[in-house]
Structures are given as C-alpha cells and as structure tokens.
C-alpha cells in the first residue's frame, strides 16, 4: 500500500462525519444500543462494534487502521504511552517460570519491568550484548519464551540483525518483539523481517510535536486481538480520543518531518565530526559506525537522534557547554519540533563523574525542525565553552 495512501486516506469515510476533512474527536465514553440483540453482541465481543472506549473508539479505529497499515501489519493497538505498549506486550507472553532474553540496556522502564517486577512473578531476564547472534543463540534455555529487542539502541544505537535473530526465535518457538521507535515503519519494517510484534512510543516521531504521549503495537491480528482483551481492556492503558487525533494529525507530515530531519542530520553531524572538541559522534549511519553495512541493510534512513562524546574531563564544562546553548533545550524525549540535549554527566553528577569513561562524556542530541545553519551556529559558540 501506498504511503500517501495510508498517511491521507486509509480509514477514513467522511459520510459518517458531515463530510469534514478533518476526522472528528468522537470524545465519548459509551455508545448507544438499539436492541437486546446488538447489547449481547457487543458483550459476547467488544472488538465487533462500539460499546465503551476503554476498547473501541471510533477516532481510535482510524488511527489503529493507518497504524497497521504503516507496519504492513494485520492489526494495531494504540496505547496511552509507548511504556504500556512495552508492559502489554511483555506480560501478554509470560507465565510463572519463563524467561526472557533482552538486550542489553533497553529503554529504562523496559529493564525496569525485567529487574524489579518480573522477578516477582518468576520471570527472569538475560541481558544480552545484541551484535552477535551468538549470544542469543547461547542465552536459549528451555522456558525461554521472548527475545525482546531495541535496534537502534537509542542512546548508543547498537543494531541486532532482525531477519537472523527472528529466525532463530522461530526455530526455538520464542516471540520476538522490537523497540523501532527509532526507525518507525518509514525507516524500517520489522514485520517484513520477520519480527513478531513491533512496538513504537508514538511520542516521538508519529506524535511530532511534543504535545502527546502514546504507544504503538502492530502483529498478528490473532495476538493482538488477544493483547486486547487481555492486556489493554484489563489494565485500561488505550489511548485516549483526543490523544489519537493528535497522533493522526502527526502522521500527515510524518514523510517531510523525517526527510527534513534527514538532512538537517547530516549537516549537523558533517559540523560536529570535524569539531576539534568532538572526540566522537554516535550514528547508525555514519561512515564510521562499526555496524554500517547492517544498518543499510535493514534500515532505510536514520535521523534526528545521534549521540556526541566530548572532549573534556570536567563536570562543570560539560554542564557549561550544554547550558551555553541557546537552541538546544536540555530535556528528555525526542521527536518534535524542537532541537534537544541530555548529557549523560546530568545523570551520574559530579562526584561519579568519570572522564576515563567515555560513557560520562556521552550528550544524547536530537535534531528538530529548525534550519541547520542556525544549529551549527550555536553548536560552534557554545563548544568555545571546552
Ligand atoms: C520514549 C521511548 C519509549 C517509551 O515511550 P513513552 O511514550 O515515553 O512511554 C520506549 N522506547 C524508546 C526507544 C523511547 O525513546
């Protein structure tokens, strides 16, 4: 299916909305019923009509439609953050006893999920260094039940090669699911490589504009329609009408927001690896990126985020450095309008802090809508700071 199909026209009917253009919010909690008939219905299975909007909700439908269509999926679910579509599709596929192979440093509440709760149920997690097949093959036991994945890594941007490691998931009978909140379906399609379920946080590139949080899960409809009843009607994580409206507003420009994010990218970057105070820049695209030749293998584009180590070794410069800038806002996220940095210093603070460890040297960048001359120029008055 066409993109521009998708992204303009999948899913909607104006004749059941006055013939606007714009998709109503239907900001309705319940919906009416005609008969007995219909109400029995509708209990015996929620997915087949309107009843409530904790399940169904009609701005939901369209958005779930486009969703899947994206991913060349079977089915989507929508959820209220990306972290719940994370939980959801976690829980949905373990039982006492399991295990679970994760790589390592996922998104924090997904290793939060596998230490501190799991555990508590008799789920365990191996943490896995994702670059070599190998080390999944060796971490298979018997109860192994997920392989949970993140390619790119979104801090270090470690790639695992998707079609390998969802082959050998199916020869073991093991479910894999995949973070592509990175990538999202334009710049990559897990399904097609044989990934299971593919889950994105919708905050970031579909939403667009840093003024909603949301998830994203596309599969099998079978699976998914079992997450759905089992998961998200049970710990009433949907997204909310309003929020989907908002994430299908995002969707229109979702092609020229990552096409200009593309190139204001390169040019950033171009700026940053020939800047004597830059001792690195972390990118899946980059010349020099250790898994380049896999990155071009199974992703179409990389932009916006990249991670730059600095040349310092102290503390205060780095926190100098970062507040000198006067068009990168220092905070968490990604995937709006706005340019973005979070050193990793911040986190660790001064007494940990390790210049040895090029970890602590570490400053997450995000690129946003603005032009990149005007970036590069206050990238380079702020680097006279090191
Ligand atoms: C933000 C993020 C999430 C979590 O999504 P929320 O919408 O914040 O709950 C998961 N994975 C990655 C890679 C993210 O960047």
Same mark, same amino acid.
Not at 18 to 28: E, L, T, Y
Not at 103 to 112: D, I
Not at 178 to 187: E, G, I, K, M
Not at 192 to 217: E, F, M, N, R, W
């Given at each position: 299916?066409?993109?521009?199909?998708?992204?303009?026209?999948?899913?909607?009917?104006? %004749?059941?909305?006055?013939?606007?253009?714009?998709?109503?919010?239907?900001?309705? %909690?319940?919906?009416?019923?005609?008969?007995?008939?219909?109400?029995?219905?509708?209990?015996?299975?929620?997915?087949?009509?309107?009843?409530?909007?904790?399940?169904?909700?009609?701005?939901?439908?369209?958005?779930? *439609?486009?969703?899947?269509?994206?991913?060349?999926?079977?089915?989507?679910?929508?959820?209220?953050?990306?972290?719940?579509?994370?939980?959801?599709?976690?829980?949905?596929?373990?039982?006492?006893?399991?295990?679970?192979?994760?790589?390592?440093?996922?998104?924090?509440?997904?290793?939060?999920?596998?230490?501190?709760?799991?555990?508590?149920?008799?789920?365990?997690?191996?943490?896995?260094?994702?670059?070599?097949?190998?080390?999944?093959?060796?971490?298979?036991?018997?109860?192994?039940?997920?392989?949970? $994945?993140?390619?790119?890594?979104?801090?270090?941007?470690? $790639?695992?090669?998707?079609?390998?490691?969802?082959?050998?998931?199916?020869?073991?009978?093991?479910?894999?699911?995949?973070?592509?909140?990175?990538?999202?379906?334009?710049?990559?399609?897990?399904?097609?490589?044989?990934?299971?379920?593919?889950?994105?946080?919708?905050?970031?590139?579909?939403?667009?504009?840093?003024?909603?949080?949301?998830?994203?899960?596309?599969? *099998?409809?079978?699976?998914?329609?079992?997450?759905?009843?089992?998961?998200?009607?049970?710990?009433?994580?949907?997204?909310?009408?309003?929020?989907?409206?908002?994430?299908?507003?995002?969707?229109?420009?979702?092609?020229?927001?990552?096409?200009?994010?593309?190139?204001?990218?390169?040019?950033?970057?171009?700026?940053?690896?020939?800047?004597?105070?830059?001792?690195?820049?972390?990118?899946?695209?980059?010349?020099?990126?250790?898994?380049?030749?896999?990155?071009?293998?199974?992703?179409?584009?990389?932009?916006?985020?990249?991670?730059?180590?600095?040349?310092?070794?102290?503390? %205060?410069?780095?926190? *100098?450095?970062?507040?000198?800038?006067?068009?990168?806002?220092?905070?968490?996220?990604?995937?709006?309008?706005?340019? $973005?940095?979070?050193?990793?210093?911040?986190?660790?603070?001064?007494?940990?802090?390790?210049?040895?460890?090029?970890?602590?040297?570490?400053?997450?960048?995000?690129?946003?809508?603005?032009?990149?001359?005007?970036?590069?120029?206050?990238?380079?008055?702020?680097?006279?700071?090191?």
């Amino acid at each position: 299916m066409e993109i521009s199909h998708i992204l303009n026209e999948l899913g909607e009917d104006r %004749s059941l909305y006055f013939n606007a253009v714009a998709p109503p919010i239907v900001q309705s %909690s319940n919906f009416v019923f005609d008969s007995f008939d219909e109400i029995r219905k509708a209990f015996e299975d929620e997915n087949s009509t309107y009843l409530y909007s904790r399940g169904k909700n009609p701005t939901i439908e369209i958005l779930r *439609k486009k969703l899947a269509a994206l991913d060349g999926a079977e089915d989507a679910l929508v959820f209220n953050s990306g972290a719940s579509a994370i939980f959801c599709s976690v829980m949905a596929n373990i039982k006492t006893g399991d295990h679970i192979i994760s790589v390592e440093r996922p998104y924090s509440w997904a290793s939060r999920m596998f230490d501190n709760l799991l555990p508590r149920f008799g789920v365990t997690t191996t943490y896995i260094n994702g670059t070599d097949i190998s080390n999944f093959e060796a971490a298979i036991r018997p109860e192994t039940r997920i392989i949970y $994945l993140e390619s790119p890594n979104s801090l270090t941007f470690e $790639l695992q090669d998707l079609e390998a490691v969802a082959k050998l998931a199916k020869l073991h009978n093991i479910i894999t699911i995949l973070d592509n909140s990175y990538c999202t379906p334009l710049y990559q399609q897990p399904l097609a490589l044989g990934i299971d379920l593919s889950l994105q946080s919708a905050t970031k590139y579909l939403g667009g504009h840093s003024d909603t949080v949301a998830g994203v899960l596309t599969g *099998k409809e079978d699976m998914l329609q079992r997450i759905f009843f089992e998961q998200l009607l049970n710990n009433g994580s949907g997204i909310s009408p309003f929020n989907a409206w908002l994430i299908l507003r995002g969707l229109r420009t979702l092609p020229m927001r990552l096409a200009h994010i593309t190139q204001t990218t390169n040019k950033v970057i171009g700026f940053l690896k020939a800047h004597p105070k830059i001792d690195k820049v972390l990118f899946p695209f980059s010349d020099d990126f250790p898994q380049l030749e896999l990155a071009k293998k199974q992703m179409t584009g990389a932009c916006g985020l990249f991670t730059i180590v600095l040349k310092s070794d102290s503390y %205060s410069q780095i926190e *100098k450095f970062t507040y000198a800038l006067k068009h990168f806002l220092v905070a968490v996220s990604w995937g709006g309008h706005e340019s $973005l940095i979070l050193p990793q210093a911040a986190g660790i603070g001064p007494e940990n802090f390790d210049p040895a460890n090029e970890r602590h040297r570490m400053a997450r960048m995000y690129v946003g809508f603005e032009d990149a001359d005007f970036l590069i120029a206050d990238l380079e008055q702020a680097l006279e700071v090191l």
